[in-house]
């Protein structure tokens, strides 16, 4: 049986679709504490950096970029402005290879100590979603934004 890509049920039931960039499922993290976009590459069994090839890694690291121009307009559009961008790439939980753009700024909750662990995420409200993904939808080069 040909196995078919699927983002991990984990990650899943903590973000929302963004849209479809060429290498990675764009997701906002559903913790509205931070403008925050989780890159998920579209290979199968991908659980770290060398096991996409050299070119999906540069095309990774092309969309962290775009995903950073998305998450600061996320941000701006949230009231809530960028001034640091935090990316990662932790996996020790969620095994699937994905990588975390999160906006920081000096007054948010967690600063300038890591957003992982801190605290318990705050929903979304539905509006705010919408609003963030209308932001993020241009910086994304127009992709797919219904999941």
């Not at 941000?75 to 932790?90: S, T």
């Amino acid at each position: 049986m040909d196995k078919k890509f699927a983002v991990d049920p984990a990650i899943l039931s903590t973000s929302e679709f963004l849209g479809g960039l060429r290498l990675c499922e764009a997701r906002l993290q559903a913790d509205s504490r931070f403008p925050w976009v989780v890159l998920v590459p579209r290979r199968i069994g991908a659980r770290e950096l060398e096991h996409l090839s050299p070119a999906d890694r540069a095309r990774l690291m092309e969309e962290i970029i775009l995903a950073g121009a998305a998450v600061r307009a996320i941000g701006a559009a949230l009231g809530k402005p960028v001034e640091k961008l935090n990316v990662g790439a932790l996996g020790n939980i969620t095994p699937q290879l994905h990588v975390h753009v999160v906006g920081r700024r000096p007054d948010d909750p967690a600063w300038p100590g890591p957003v992982w662990g801190f605290g318990e995420p705050k929903p979304y409200l539905e509006a705010r979603i919408a609003q963030a993904r209308s932001a993020a939808a241009d910086l994304l080069g127009g992709v797919n934004t219904v999941a």
